[in-house]
C-alpha cells in the first residue's frame, strides 16, 4: 500500500490557508484575523513555534471562528470545486485503490476530497462539527498511533511527504519519498 502526506505533498499548498482565504472572500470580515493567522503562520514556518504551541494557542479563538461559519459542509464543497485542480499530476500517475492518505488536515476537508479522488482509505484530524471542537489532531506520532489503529497489520510499501516531520510513518514505511513542488527523492 502506498500512504500520503496531503499538504504540499499530493496537494500543491497549504490547503487549511487556502480554506481560510476562500472564507475571506465569502466574509471579508474575516480580513480583521489576518494579523494574528499571519504571524502564527511565520512562526510556525520559521521554527519559532512548534505545532503543539500554535494548537494550545490558537485553538479557542479557531473553535470560536467556527461557530460564525454557516453550513461548513456546504463550504466545504464550494472550496473543493475550485481547489481540487491544486492535487498535483504524479499523485494521478500512481494512483491506486488501497491508497491511505494521512494528514494532519480536518476530517471534514480530507473526507470531500478523498470522494472525489476515489480514495477510500485516508486518517484527519476529527472534529465535532457540531460542537465546533477539534476531537484529535493527527500529526508526527499520533498519525502512527492513528493508522496503526485502523490499520493494525497493514505493510506501508511506499510514504510519500513533504516534510520531515514525518518521520514516525517514514520509519514505519519500507521506502519513503520526499516531495518538494513536483520533486520527489527517495530517502529511504
Request: proline letters at 3%; glycine letters at 2%; hydrophobic letters at 40%.
Amino acid at each position: 500500500m502506498n500512504v500520503y502526506d496531503f499538504d504540499n505533498t499530493i496537494y500543491d499548498g497549504e490547503s487549511v490557508l487556502d480554506l481560510f482565504k476562500f472564507y475571506i472572500r465569502k466574509n471579508p470580515k474575516l480580513l480583521k484575523e489576518v494579523p494574528w493567522v499571519a504571524k502564527a503562520a511565520v512562526k510556525y514556518k520559521s521554527g519559532k513555534m512548534t505545532l503543539d504551541e500554535a494548537l494550545e494557542k490558537y485553538k479557542d479563538r479557531v473553535e470560536e471562528l467556527s461557530k460564525t461559519i454557516e453550513d461548513i459542509e456546504k463550504n466545504v464543497g464550494e472550496f473543493w470545486d475550485k481547489h481540487c485542480v491544486k492535487i498535483k499530476p504524479f499523485y494521478f500517475r500512481q494512483r491506486r485503490d488501497d491508497d491511505v492518505i494521512v494528514s494532519a488536515c480536518l476530517d471534514i476537508m480530507i473526507a470531500e476530497v478523498c470522494k472525489r479522488l476515489g480514495i477510500k482509505n485516508y486518517i484527519a484530524s476529527e472534529t465535532d462539527i457540531e460542537n465546533h471542537k477539534l476531537v484529535s489532531f493527527c500529526f508526527r506520532e499520533n498519525k502512527v498511533k492513528a493508522f496503526k489503529a485502523k490499520y493494525p497489520d497493514a505493510v506501508i510499501e511506499n510514504f510519500y511527504t513533504d516534510s520531515l516531520n514525518d518521520k514516525p510513518l517514514i520509519d514505519l514505511a519500507q521506502n519513503a519519498y520526499l516531495v518538494k513542488g513536483n520533486k520527489i527523492t527517495k530517502i529511504k
